[in-house]
């Protein structure tokens, strides 16, 4: 996945992974407000590294994921707690 890169042979989050994960407000994540382009590339792997990040299980109310059209399911599983 994108959203994670290896340095010195550990995964780290991405750039863009760590801008995103930098709020605390995380009740609703709406991907829809990434834009069109970006949300139909994210993947699963991408969706459960933020999920992850943000501690959605314990933090997260709401998720909208439209445009996301390469979501298959596994990404989500996170949720589940």
């Known amino acids: 996945s994108s959203s994670w ?5 550990h995964r780290e989050p991405s ?4 801008a995103i994960i930098s ?3 995380w009740e609703v994540l709406d991907l829809e ?3 069109k382009n ?10 459960g590294a933020v999920l ?3 501690d959605a299980a314990s933090n997260l109310k ?7 059209v390469n979501i298959t399911g ?3 599983e996170i949720l589940r707690g």
Request: with cysteine; aromatic share 6%; hydrophobic share 40%.
């Open 5 to 9: 890169f290896i340095s010195n042979g």
């Open 15 to 18: 750039a863009i992974s760590i």
């Open 23 to 25: 709020s605390r407000d």
């Open 33 to 35: 407000d990434i834009g």
């Open 38 to 47: 970006l949300a139909k590339k994210l993947t699963d792997g991408d969706i």
């Open 52 to 54: 992850m990040c943000i």
């Open 62 to 68: 709401r998720l909208k994921i439209t445009g996301c």
């Open 74 to 76: 596994f990404g989500l």
